[in-house]
């Protein structure tokens, strides 16, 4: 059933909205390459099912998913909108994102139905106010999921708390490993299995959710770039995080000097890692 709203859903500006545990996205899209994320994720079409292929599976037909983090995917939206829910460790697991998804299917390890938790994801995607109240639905829709939060080891729990009050001071893994009291190599084995991903590749995340809350601040990308802790404009604009951002907030690349200020509405909260 096709539930696409009276306004014309692919003229609607993209949805970001930051906070410490959860951020999502929702906006329209096309067809995205393969590739993989730091964090779990639960993805929904908000008015129709879509084409998704996990790791080197065939293709398939879909209306949400939880990809675990980097588990590589692809997927092609036809330019119909997306919602991007990410999970913080510790916030929600992938077993715990089951109940988002509803009846399922185990697929290289991701989990793909035929149904799901849609309704609040679009609702914010169609109501230009959502930014009031986003946050507070997000919680309630973690809650559904009964998101355990003792689930990480407590030592990569005490580098991920440190990490979301100032991510810049732990650019080094001996950095966080001295947080844990565990040495650097020991403590990324621990960090890669409790997390997913390795500590390097989590704190790429860390600096894209950063430049994310600038903008959604009202910065540029230049303003962002300093936000995410880049030496200066062109080492952000030649990251793969910058152009990430920008064409996920605007649907195109960005300008060299970095100008833009992209249209896209949400909130980022002021909380943990958010400058």
């Known amino acids: ?37 730091s964090v779990p994720v639960f993805l929904a079409g908000l008015y129709e099912r879509f084409s998704l292929r996990i790791g080197d599976g065939a293709w398939q037909r879909c209306r949400s998913a939880v990809v675990p983090a980097g588990l590589p995917y692809e997927f092609d939206m036809g330019g119909s909108p997306l919602a991007v829910l990410y999970a913080e460790p510790g916030r929600l697991t992938v077993g715990e994102m089951h109940r988002l998804v509803g009846p399922a299917r185990s697929e290289q390890g991701a989990l793909v139905g035929q149904g799901g938790e849609v309704s609040v994801l679009r609702q914010s995607f169609e109501d230009s106010d959502s930014a009031a109240w ?16 003792g689930a990480i080891d407590p030592r990569v729990r005490r580098v991920l708390r440190s990490l979301r009050q100032d991510h810049l001071a732990f650019d080094r893994a001996d950095s966080a490993a001295a947080v844990a009291k565990l040495s650097a190599s020991r403590f990324q084995h621990l960090f890669t299995q409790e997390v997913g991903v390795p500590y390097r590749r989590y704190r790429g995340w860390c600096r894209m959710r950063a430049a994310i809350s600038a903008v959604l601040d009202g910065s540029n990308l230049t303003d962002a770039a300093h936000a995410a802790g880049f030496s200066d404009q062109p080492h952000f604009s030649r990251s793969s ?20 200020r992209p249209p896209t509405r949400g909130r980022a909260c002021a909380a943990g890692i958010l400058p």
């Open 241 to 260: 995080a910058a152009s990430s951002v920008h064409r996920r907030i605007t649907g195109s690349p960005m300008r060299a000097d970095g100008s833009d």
């Open 134 to 149: 986003l946050s507070e639905a997000l919680e309630d829709l973690a809650g559904f999921a009964e998101a355990r939060a």
């Open 1 to 37: 059933m096709n539930e696409r709203a009276t306004t014309s859903a692919a003229d609607a500006q993209p949805v970001w909205h930051v906070s410490e545990g959860l951020s999502l996205f929702a906006g329209a899209l096309g067809r995205n390459a393969r590739h993989s994320h």
